[in-house]
């Protein structure tokens, strides 16, 4: 008699707790330039309400959205003379936290327990970043978008949000095997299928993997990409704490870096900041009006597919995922994440961790 097949276990439903890392002592994109004005604007992170103002010298202060006097969101006051006021008593705080004026009160506003916190904060290349631990100071700078201030490079920057963990964002980002099916006919087709080797490197704060032999990719995009065919050199990779870099050589004169910055808003919302860099023997504004609908056609598809996702890991938890080696770079994240929020990083000298094999795509 055969022995009866082990009998799946129904896995425990409810809501369950996230295991989604918080790397906190981290920058991550709060808004851009432009989204912050002379008025307030509000944020998150780590589901932490954020108010973010202009100060007096135009430098963007990133503030608790809880005044400390009696915790009004601050985000409903508004900014006067580079201070922004509460809008309940009219408290008026400093970029940095302090307090400044109290009206009607004779003694001096700032004293420990009237302070903001603060959040550390940066602006570059048009973005405003926040240092998410207001508890220790920044270590190292903001990610720089390497092509953004390049002349030969034409930059498209879009902000789009997720309902899903960095960690679903990113894998999602640089996952080759689902864009057959989600996204059949539009990037990869299912039928044309060509056996790649890949190779995956992780070092002590990204993971990448290369594909190797992979001919243009088949339908829509990579016609419009290259409609001459030749060598395509493609690598994914993450960066720590939350860059999904997407790479592209197609030819001698096709080159395509496509960086997602993700800020997590929440455990399971994500921010996703857009930097695509093309560099391209066709001009943009012939590209754009097919390649820009096919992108967001694509990046809703993928929308819908973390939102149902995130439905079920808020069901189920995340402890019961199964993998192949095409899950090249999910599980390193996952590890990468887990280590910086430790903050664990692996030694910086050690020789990176490397894997080969073959797929086909
Ligand atoms: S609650 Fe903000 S000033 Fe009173
Ligand atoms: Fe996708």
Known sequence: MTPAPPRPELPEAGEAAPIQPRVRRAWYIACTSAELGQDVLKTEIFAQPIVLFRGGDGAPGALLDRCPHRSVPLSLGRVVDGQLACGYHGWRFEGDGRCAHVPAFLGTPDAPGRRCLAFPTREQQGFVWIWADPGSPPVGEPF???????????????????????????????????????????????????????????????????????????????????????????????????IAEVEYQIGDENHILVDAALTPERDHRTRLTAVVAVRTRMPLWLIRPFAEPAALRIFGQDQRVLAAQTDNLRRFGEAGFASTELDALGPHILRLMRQAERGELEDPDAAPYQREFSMRV
């Open 144 to 242: 720089f978008f390497r092509l953004m201030d390049d002349s030969r490079y034409q930059v498209i920057t879009r902000v789009l949000h997720a309902e899903g963990s960095v960690h679903a964002v990113a894998e999602n980002a640089l996952d080759v095997p689902h864009t057959a099916f989600l996204h059949g006919g539009l990037f990869r087709v299912d039928a044309a299928r060509n056996q790649i080797r890949c190779v995956v490197t992780r070092r002590h704060d990204r993971v990448e993997c290369a594909y190797i032999g992979e001919p243009r990719p088949e339908g829509l995009v990579g016609r419009i990409l290259s409609p001459s065919g030749g060598v395509v050199t493609h690598s994914d990779r993450f960066l720590l704490p939350g």
